[in-house]
């Protein structure tokens, strides 16, 4: 395992997470010897300094690209530097650095390994994702985990221009990546309750709405973009 994860990085999406990047980044070093990345989306607190002081390298954006722009970021990063496996993780303590050889060894059979944990999902996310799953066909349990891993076709794909104008990581890259023939598969993995702060999707009914009509009409384009594709 030791040689393998020479060439797996981790990346870390973060804004104003100065409370528990750093503590975030312990637990990972303490579980794997892997590339650790923070990318900062244009945080205002100490987010920076502290994940520089706990040991990660830190992509510092000028201006906030919100959650997919900053994990695009650290994909092309990883491109760059030839990196085999990108492993994406929370910044805010939700996701157990205990899954991340899980998702190792998972992501030897397939393209993409999400660590899902559905039942965390509230009333609301739950209507969400069966609206989601009709929509698009994706029939996962968990759509919004932000705790997957990527292997060299996965990363190719998600750092090309079709991948640019996508606002989220969840649906929008899983049907990119279901048009595409990449396999995806989903681990069980446990969370932490989120330590600080809550969801900027669905903090409320109004967020949620704004998120599904958004999301909707993206998985309705991507869906029918994929089904002419298939048919040529």
């Known amino acids: 395992m030791e040689s393998s994860c020479n060439s797996v990085i981790i990346l870390i999406p973060a804004k104003n997470e100065v409370q528990t990047v750093g503590k975030v980044i312990t637990e990972i070093?303490?579980?794997?010897?892997?590339?650790?990345?923070?990318?900062?989306?244009?945080?205002?607190?100490?987010?920076?300094?502290?994940a520089r002081?706990?040991?990660?390298?830190?992509?510092?954006?000028?201006?906030?690209?919100?959650?997919?722009?900053?994990?695009?970021?650290?994909?092309?990063?990883?491109?760059?530097?030839?990196?085999?496996?990108?492993?994406?993780?929370?910044?805010?303590?939700?996701?157990?650095?205990?899954?991340?050889?899980i998702l190792l060894d998972a992501i030897q059979q397939c393209d993409v390994v999400i660590g899902a944990y559905p039942q965390r999902g509230?009333?609301?996310?739950?209507?969400?994702?069966?609206?989601?799953?009709?929509?698009?066909?994706?029939?996962?349990?968990?759509?919004?985990?932000?705790?997957?891993?990527?292997?060299?076709?996965?990363?190719?794909?998600?750092?090309?221009?079709?991948?640019?104008?996508?606002?989220?990581?969840?649906?929008?890259?899983?049907?990119?990546?279901?048009?595409?023939?990449l396999q995806v598969i989903e681990v069980p993995t446990l969370m932490y309750p989120r330590s600080n702060g809550h969801s900027r999707i669905f903090n409320s009914w109004l967020a949620v709405i704004k998120y599904m009509l958004c999301t909707g009409i993206l998985c309705l384009a991507h869906g029918n973009y994929g089904k002419k594709c298939r048919i040529k």
């Open 122 to 181: 509230s009333l609301s996310r739950q209507v969400a994702w069966q609206i989601f799953r009709k929509l698009s066909g994706i029939n996962l349990e968990d759509l919004t985990s932000g705790l997957r891993a990527y292997n060299n076709k996965a990363i190719e794909l998600l750092t090309s221009k079709s991948a640019i104008l996508l606002d989220y990581q969840d649906m929008g890259v899983l049907i990119l990546l279901h048009t595409a023939g």
């Open 29 to 50: 070093k303490s579980k794997l010897s892997a590339t650790i990345v923070v990318i900062d989306d244009a945080s205002t607190d100490g987010t920076i300094n502290i």
């Open 53 to 101: 002081s706990a040991g990660a390298t830190v992509l510092s954006l000028p201006f906030s690209l919100g959650a997919w722009g900053a994990i695009q970021t650290g994909l092309r990063y990883a491109a760059k530097y030839n990196f085999k496996i990108a492993i994406t993780m929370d910044a805010d303590g939700q996701h157990e650095a205990d899954s991340l050889p």
